[in-house]
């Protein structure tokens, strides 16, 4: 079903299993349904992903600060939410195999896994509950967060009073959420605790439509210049009927993931529900004043929301690919060099001392700049492969004649091409590179091998 019809869900799962991206949480004790750990390269993936979001949304605009909340919060968050009466799903249970299934998920009135008959709906809420302190009593009930946003909105009068920030202005956050979803699956798309990159940027009533049609725009382009490919990617309007209590119109970024089209992210117009609500049951006005006009108002809100992993499994599946080289398949992550775990290799060609001397000083020069691998196991060809798999960008590989000629070899990943440069211009080569440079631009006394 992908747009990239050499990818499927397994090569995904195995890969990440496979090279340390991601594994099931608690593996040695049979692992912990929809929960996943991100391994050593998975972390830098994950870390990547972020940090180009927030460098996006935060670092590169004069107009949004940051934020970081506690995930516990005072339970009447959630009550002037909404979350504590509406974010709920129907849940049926099969009366044959007790399987228990999302009711607005399924096509046929009859259990999916036995063809048995089904309870009638009850509404479920999503929201896991913990006791705050040693008494476990309702009164010291409260929930993991489900979404980031409250944290946002609940802030809004600590940010305006300590930034001065004048609308339209925004505030974002990532950090993990918890939803204890009734179906999970499809790896990390589903789970019950994941990750969110969410920003509500807070403007006049009136100019709301105007700031959601580019906010979509935005998003939809910070997807596209990290290299995920047009053809996979799409809008999906809300229709009215599916439009969350809060929100006057939402859209849906989707990516075809291998099970189909679904969502990776929603740009919704939460107009001033979240504010409006939150002065009514904290007691206190979180109206802007215009200093100029002295006017009061509310904010309207406009809210780009991404799932992190979504995002990793989304990075992941447009960069996976299988292609020949020589007599064998080999597999490569075609990822952009700014989400690479590594961005460079540094390959010796032999275990030699006098080679491992120079390949380790290679090594100190290049990580000054960026993460960067060492490996000096199997043959070179074998390294290489690795390499690909885990989409790093550049190689480096030492050889004998580098201890004369003081040059390296430089393989690109997707091209498999190789350069000859001189060492003292490796590291201004590979940044230019990293920033774009095509491949058979030449660095002084370097040559195409
Ligand atoms: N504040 C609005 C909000 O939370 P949402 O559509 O429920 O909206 C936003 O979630 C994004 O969070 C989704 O587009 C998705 O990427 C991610 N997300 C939501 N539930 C998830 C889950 N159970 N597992 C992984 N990601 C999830």
Redesign the pocket.
Do not use: K
């Given at each position: 079903m992908s747009e990239n019809n050499q990818v499927n869900m397994e090569k995904i799962v195995s890969l990440c299993r496979r090279r340390g991206f991601i594994f099931p949480s608690s593996d040695i004790y049979g692992g912990l349904s929809s929960c996943w750990d991100y391994g050593p390269l998975g972390v830098e993936l994950k870390r990547n992903v972020k940090d180009a979001w927030w460098k996006a949304m935060v670092h590169n605009r004069d107009d949004v600060v940051g934020l970081d909340c506690s995930i516990l919060m005072h339970p009447d968050v959630w009550k002037a939410s909404g979350h504590v009466d509406g974010f709920s799903d129907p849940l049926v249970d099969c009366m044959s195999c007790k399987m228990r299934w999302r009711a607005d998920e399924l096509k046929e009135q009859v259990c999916p896994s036995c063809g048995g008959k089904l309870s009638e709906p009850r509404q479920f809420n999503l929201m896991f509950k913990t006791f705050m302190g040693p008494v476990e009593e309702s009164t010291n009930i409260v929930y993991l967060r489900?979404?980031?946003?409250q944290g946002i909105f609940v802030n809004f009068e600590n940010v305006v009073n300590t930034t001065r920030k004048k609308l339209p202005f925004g505030i974002a956050q990532t950090g993990k959420?918890f939803?204890n979803?009734i179906t999970?699956g499809n790896f990390?798309?589903?789970?019950?605790e994941?990750?969110?990159m969410?920003m509500e940027f807070f403007c006049m009533p009136g100019t709301d439509d105007e700031w959601l049609e580019y906010w979509r725009n935005e998003r939809m382009n910070w997807y596209l210049k990290l290299g995920i490919n047009p053809e996979s990617l799409r809008f999906r309007e809300h229709t009215k009927d599916e439009l969350?209590h809060y929100a006057k119109g939402c859209y849906?970024i989707e990516f075809m993931f291998p099970m189909g089209w679904s969502?990776?992210?929603?740009i919704?117009n939460r107009c001033d529900f979240d504010l409006t609500q939150h002065a009514r049951f904290s007691g206190k006005s979180l109206e802007y004043v215009n200093n100029e006009s002295g006017e009061h108002i509310v904010p309207y809100v406009i809210?780009p929301?991404?799932?992190?992993?979504?995002?990793v499994l989304a990075f992941l599946c447009n960069a996976y690919c299988e292609e020949p080289d020589k007599d064998e398949m080999r597999t490569v992550l075609k990822l952009h060099p700014s989400l690479a775990p590594y961005k460079v290799a540094i390959l010796p060609l032999s275990r030699k001392e006098n080679l491992v001397k120079l390949a380790k000083e290679i090594h100190t020069s290049v990580r000054q700049q960026w993460i960067t691998g060492y490996d000096d196991t199997q043959s070179i060809g074998r390294r290489y492969r690795r390499q690909d798999e885990i989409g790093t960008p550049y190689c480096v590989t030492v050889d004998f004649d580098s201890l004369e000629d003081k040059q390296v070899t430089v393989r690109e990943r997707d091209s498999m091409k190789q350069i000859r440069i001189p060492i003292s211009e490796l590291v201004k080569t590979l940044s230019a590179k990293l920033c774009g440079e095509p491949f058979d631009v030449l660095p002084p006394g370097g040559r195409c091998l």
């Open positions: 489900p979404e980031t946003a959420s939803r979803e999970t990390i798309f589903r789970s019950r994941f990750e969110q969410e969350a849906d969502e990776l992210e929603g919704a809210e929301s991404a799932g992190v992993d979504r995002s």
